[in-house]
């Protein structure tokens, strides 16, 4: 039942100024505030893209050329490369966080939950340009020497696969950078699951070990359908978290001006193309009107996928 | 809101109590080529004349913003300023040092500076015309030496930089089809290879591809211990990238005939001169609204150019000819005037 | 199970129902080796993570990085870096704490549905995943440009990134709080604010330590809005109204420099900055959550 629903005593018929008033009024402040401030935030991110909107029309959406000296630019590279990134960080990091939160509800001893329950949520506790930094100085020279030319010979001659695993091993890439922000998102995904596995009516779990099913059947056939739209909504939230991220990509990316397939090849996100470029850019000038419209584009891209994930989890709330 | 109105009031207070102590500190934001100088010049300023420098290097297109917003005491750039820019801005610009740069490449059993470059073949690497390291054009060029089947990957800057308007200025000045096509700027649309970021960045590529090829700016270079290559300059010979090689192209720039001292250092006259060198420049407010800061300013950079030199050179970089130095200080006392038009540098 | 009551070929029946069985098990047996081995590698990252800090920096873990400032060569250290991030991180925790406080509260008890509500948690979703370059661009905009670099605008970009982090902790914390603790406030005669702040607010008190704990955590460590508001400074202030250094962009600037010994400082205030960040967020979890 909603708490709101425990109203003020109402023969309290004071002036304006007694302490409910004032602190509904605080409140709801406080939450017209947050309002203003994203849409300051948003309007000033549009004023400052305009001109490159102006300049290049609907077409900046799909353009791939980024051509600083022509000032031609587009965002169809950087947005691709986000989306691509946050989606293999996403594949990488939904198993493995599975994995973890399946051990931490079902499989480990009591005694141990908590101690490797905290040291998972630990990696969301290291800030990201120090991601950045691991992958680049041990990430990356490890994918180099020891991943990456097993995977490009294996692939080598296979039709498509050969596509988006080749060329030379640099150990920075695509693939790198949505390693990395695997890593980084592992642990909300795994402390989402946790939370929401442990919600699951034991009695739901134990008629299914009643009959004799296994944990894994347990798993598959009573708390995953449970939880499943919560599980969706808690990995869209890790993956408007990984879309916006910069430090933790920036270092590995590389910065590609054209779309290609090869995935461990160089490439661009949004947030990674306008870390880099924001030092050079001078005012007024159309690169960065253009930085300011890819991030513009960013802030639409996080509010579909928080949408989505809003109206996914809607009918849980409602329970 | 309690809390956050204590935090503002203990804000407010320090703000009042510590203004009096910045007093001697000079601000100052752009490149980021000459940064580790600036800041050795500044360390050594703060014990012989009390000046404090924060200099920040954010990229000299932030330099530039920075300083026309006047939110520094000088803005730093590697790219001269646009002459209509600094007028419209009331900027003085002059140069503070000169750097280099140089190629860098990583080919197992060669050396540094046994591999011999022209501009044109550097050019059509990065064009992705020249592929392979055992192409014809370096064969030729490397007589002597039994360069593999390895293929080229060249290396370029991802994030804005100072460095790659110099390189790339320099690929237009030798290489007509990579002016026409690519042009030179801080940022610019390589067609072939991959970026890093920042010098170390390229460094650490480079080093860890085989057939790597990079730019860097000469301290890298050494600090990073990378092979570098001979480029043919202008005359026809070719240099090793040393400092003499530095100094020479520096001295042998048209700094009379620049306008804004926006001289080009890019494949300069004289036998032994190095081709990829470039000053860096300082901006000044010609109209400065504090002017006690403004003469700070230039008191630093006068005792940089008397007593930096040494420091310059332990740091790979090269300090202006006197005439140079000269010219700027009269610029200086010609164009930086206070409120009342009288000039602030004595 | 069926295999065991079938009267007829008992034997059949069964040597099906063990294979199905021995079958079943063994998934079983195998997806449970897959969430140990998953479990593994996600300690390994963070193993790999805390064992490259502390390689790289303990070595040049010395007084000197508390007592020196942040210089070239041999004698420098991250004093000013260190003090930059205390102050900044407090204020923006001061500024940013009080209103995400509120705007939980709102949320939880105040708005019940509403469009309003809602609107205010999705966009506080929103700004949580916002990249935080961005806050530092906005901030920039509005208190930098034509001012000059200052201590507090970074301490403002770090509080915008705080409120969205306390909001969420707040509201989830309250909603937790059983109703009939408040039905028995206002039974006594208390007014709303009173039942929240004296008898909510304590309730849940640890929550929502919890998750200041983690701003705290997650602000410390921010670059990116840091670049664009606080400037940084080659010298110690504590001076709010001007350019202040902080640890997450000294590692940024040195972390590529030519200079070995600032590469070196770089990863001692990479490692003083995870390290710090990890004991809050261990005192946030182990002492003040008693649940896992």
Redesign the interface.
């Known amino acids: ?9 109402t023969r ?1 018929r004071s002036s304006a100024f ?3 008033a ?3 009024f ?10 203003v ?2 849409g ?2 948003i309007v ?2 549009f004023i ?1 893209a305009l001109p490159a909107f102006r300049a290049f029309g609907i077409e900046f959406l799909w353009n791939v050329d980024w051509d600083p000296n022509q000032a031609i630019f587009g965002a169809a590279v950087p947005i691709y490369g986000t989306i691509l990134t946050s989606m293999i960080a996403i594949l990488i990091a939904v ?6 939160a ?3 509800t079902e ?1 480990a001893p009591n005694w141990f ?2 101690p ?8 969301a ?7 950045g ?2 992958g680049l ?2 990430i990356a020279p490890f994918l180099a020497s020891s991943i990456q030319p097993g995977v490009i010979d294996a692939l080598d001659g296979i039709p498509v696969l050969e596509l988006l695993f080749h060329g030379p091993a640099r150990g920075k890439g695509v693939f790198t950078a949505a390693l990395i922000l695997a ?1 980084m998102i ?2 909300f995904i ?1 402390a989402t699951m ?1 939370d929401v596995f ?1 919600t699951v009516p034991p009695v739901y779990k134990e008629s299914a070990y009643g009959v ?1 099913c ?4 347990v ?1 598959r056939s009573i708390v995953i359908p449970y939880t499943r739209v919560s599980v969706v909504g808690g990995i869209m ?1 890790a993956l ?2 990984a ?5 933790a990509v920036t270092f590995v990316i590389g910065n590609a001006n054209r779309i290609s397939p090869n995935l461990f090849g160089s490439g661009a996100t ?2 990674s193309l ?2 880099l470029n ?1 030092g050079e850019a001078q005012q007024g000038s159309l690169l960065l009107s253009s930085l ?1 419209a890819i ?1 513009f584009i ?2 639409v891209i ?2 579909i996928v ?2 989505i994930s ?1 109206t996914l989890l809607k009918p849980k709330a409602a329970k | ?4 109105s ?2 503002l009031a203990f ?1 407010l207070a ?2 009042s109590l ?2 009096t ?2 007093a001697q ?1 000079i ?1 100052g ?1 752009g490149a980021t080529f000459p940064a ?1 100088i600036y ?2 010049w ?2 050594a300023a703060k014990t012989a004349i009390g000046i ?7 990229g000299s297109g932030g330099g530039q913003n920075q300083i026309t ?4 005491d000088f803005g730093a750039s590697d790219a001269p300023m646009d002459a209509g820019k600094l007028e419209a801005a009331k900027l003085l610009q002059f140069p503070a040092v000169m750097g280099a740069v140089v190629p860098v490449i990583n080919l197992k059993g060669i050396d540094s500076n046994q591999i011999k470059l022209t501009g044109e073949i550097l050019a059509d690497i990065y064009l992705g015309k020249i592929t392979k390291w055992n192409d014809p054009k370096l064969v030729e060029l490397n007589r002597g030496i039994t360069l593999p089947s390895t293929a080229i990957a060249p290396v370029y800057r991802a994030d804005g930089s100072g460095t790659t308007f110099v390189f790339t200025s320099y690929l237009s000045a030798v290489s007509p089809e990579w002016k026409e096509k690519i042009g030179a700027n801080t940022a610019v649309k390589w067609p072939s290879g991959d970026g890093a ?5 390229v460094a650490a590529s480079v080093k860890q591809v085989a057939g790597g090829i990079g730019y860097v700016e000469n ?2 270079a ?3 211990k990378l092979t570098t290559t001979q480029l043919r300059n202008k005359a026809g010979s070719f240099v090793e990238p040393t400092l003499a090689a530095f100094s020479a192209a520096a001295s042998n720039g048209d700094w009379a005939g620049a306008k804004n001292y926006a001289v080009s250092l890019i494949d300069t006259q004289g036998a032994t001169s190095w081709p990829i060198v470039s000053a860096t420049f300082i901006l000044l407010p010609k109209d400065p609204k504090d002017g006690a800061r403004s003469a700070n300013v230039m008191k630093f950079f006068d005792w940089a150019y008397k007593n930096g030199g040494e420091m310059a050179k332990a740091a790979e970089y090269i300090a202006l000819p006197a005439s140079v130095q000269d010219a700027a200080r009269s610029s200086w006392k010609a164009e930086i005037k206070d409120a009342s038009g009288a000039s602030i540098y004595k | ?1 069926s295999g065991t009551l079938t009267a007829s070929a008992p034997s059949r029946n069964q040597s099906v129902a063990d294979s199905l069985s021995r079958s ?2 063994r ?2 047996s195998i ?2 080796a ?6 593994v ?3 390994m ?2 193993g ?2 805390l064992f ?2 502390l390689n ?1 920096g303990f070595g040049g873990l010395n007084t000197k990085v508390f007592t020196n400032i942040t ?3 041999p004698e420098g250290g991250l004093a000013n870096a260190i003090v930059g991030t205390l102050i900044q991180t407090a ?1 923006g925790t ?2 940013g ?3 995400g406080l ?2 939980g ?9 509403s469009q ?2 809602n ?2 948690r ?14 530092g ?2 901030v920039y ?2 208190m ?6 200052t201590g ?1 605008a970074g301490g403002v970009a770090l509080a ?1 990134i705080v ?2 982090i306390v ?1 969420r902790t707040t509201e989830d914390m ?2 937790l ?1 059983p ?1 009939a603790l ?2 028995a406030a ?1 039974a006594l ?1 208390a ?7 004296q008898v909510c607010y304590p309730a849940a008190l640890d929550g929502i330590a919890t998750g200041v704990l ?1 701003a705290i ?2 602000v ?5 809005p840091l ?1 664009f508001t606080s ?5 110690m ?7 202040m250094a902080s640890l ?1 962009l000294a ?3 040195f ?6 010994d600032l590469v070196q400082l770089a990863w001692v205030g ?1 490692l003083l ?2 390290f710090g ?2 004991a ?3 005192v946030a ?2 002492v003040l959550r008693p649940r ?1």
């Open positions: 039942m909603p708490h709101s629903a425990v109203a003020a005593p309290r007694s302490g409910d004032i602190f509904a605080l409140a709801k402040a406080a939450g017209v505030l947050v309002l401030l994203l300051a935030i000033s991110l400052g198993p493995i966080a599975f994995g973890i399946f051990y931490l499989l939950r908590r490797i329950g905290t040291a998972v949520e630990l990696l506790a290291v800030p990201s340009i120090i991601y930094m691991w100085l041990v890593v592992i642990p795994a946790r442990m004799g296994t944990t894994w059947e798993m939230l408007g978290r879309l916006g991220e910069t430090m949004i947030a306008v870390a924001f300011l991030g960013l802030f996080s509010f928080l949408a809003r | 809101m309690k809390l956050s204590t935090a804000a320090t703000v510590a203004a102590a910045q500190q601000t934001a580790p800041a050795k500044g360390e404090e420098l924060n200099y920040q290097g954010i917003n006047r939110t520094v970021k920042g010098n170390d960045g301290a890298y050494t600090s990073a | 199970m079943r098990h998934t079983n997806v449970k897959l969430c140990i081995l998953a479990t590698i996600g300690l990252f963070l790999s993570i490259t800090l790289l210089r070239s060569g204020l001061a500024i704490t009080p209103i509120m705007v509260t709102y949320l939880s008890e105040y708005s019940a549905g309003l509500g609107a205010v999705f966009v506080s979703d929103v700004l949580l995943s916002a990249p935080s370059i961005l806050i661009l906005f905009q509005i930098v440009a034509g001012r000059g670099y507090f915008i409120i969205p909001v309250l909603r709080i109703t408040r039905e206002v005669g007014p709303k604010w009173k039942s929240i702040v983690l955590a997650r410390a460590g921010e670059t990116a670049l400037f940084g400074n080659s010298y202030s504590t001076d709010l109204g001007s350019a997450p590692i940024y600037q972390a590529g420099q030519p200079d070995a990479a900055i995870t960040v990890l809050l967020n261990i979890r182990v896992i």
